[in-house]
């Protein structure tokens, strides 16, 4: 099946540092969806970006579908960033959202 | 109230004891998932319901049973687990399954202890 391999698996920065983190994939994917776990375990969706570039606030996220993989920018962080970040694709094969392993960020005050 | 909720938020329980996770979706949705979250593992798909109808089971053992009385309500029945079951459990709603650009909108999960 496909692989989702994300790095770095862990990052920690001072507030106010900018931070990407990256989600590498195996096979052709139909969606892509960046989330943001809080440490009290709820899942937010942040971007649906199978291809392209979006942006919202602080957050930005692009993917490059011909190359598989896809970034996530966090710039100006902010203590409420901490958590773990998820990337999740979807493919024609496995019919479902499957996951990356995580990137957990902690921004230090 | 909106959004995905869950009940209880956590739970403790011995390997005899029976009990059960629920889940209510306020978003209108159609399609109702449980995943499992144990530590260092990326997210499990467990079940999926679409319109109360179950779609898929990831080959998840016997002793975990869903129960999806209409499409905004999803149970998960737990009896005789095993420590190994300790987790958080995540319920997640969308408006369709097996739709490559449906957005899942999780709940705040259940963390389980099993002793």
């Known amino acids: 099946g496909i692989q989702v391999e994300q790095s770095p698996p862990d990052l920690i920065l001072q507030e106010g540092a900018n931070s990407t983190l990256r989600c590498n994939f195996s096979d052709s994917v139909n969606n892509l969806q960046w989330f943001h776990q809080n440490p009290w375990g709820q899942l937010i969706n942040l971007f649906y970006i199978p291809s392209g570039t979006k942006q919202n606030g602080r957050l930005s996220a692009t993917t490059v579908a011909t190359e598989r993989y896809s970034l996530l920018y966090i710039s100006s962080s902010q203590t409420t960033d901490s958590g773990v970040y998820f990337c999740?694709?979807?493919?024609?094969?496995?019919?479902?959202?499957?996951f990356g392993q995580g990137t957990r960020l902690t921004i230090n005050p | 109230e909106t959004g995905v909720t869950q009940t209880p938020r956590h739970l403790v329980m011995g390997m005899t004891n029976k009990k059960s996770l629920k889940c209510e979706q306020h978003?209108?949705?159609?399609?109702m998932y449980w995943y499992k979250q144990s530590a260092k593992k990326p997210l499990e798909l467990m079940f999926v319901y679409n319109f109360k109808e179950q779609t898929e089971n990831n080959s998840v053992p016997s002793r975990f049973s869903p129960e999806c009385p209409n499409s905004s309500h999803l149970f998960l029945h737990l009896h005789t687990l095993q420590p190994e079951d300790s987790a958080l459990y995540l319920c997640?709603?969308?408006?369709?399954?097996?739709?490559?650009?449906?957005?899942?909108?999780f709940g705040p999960g259940t963390r389980l202890l099993v002793l």
């Open positions: 997640a709603s969308s408006s369709l399954a097996g739709g490559y650009q449906e957005t899942q909108y």
């Open positions: 999740a694709v979807w493919t024609q094969g496995a019919q479902k959202l499957v």
């Open positions: 978003l209108g949705h159609n399609a």
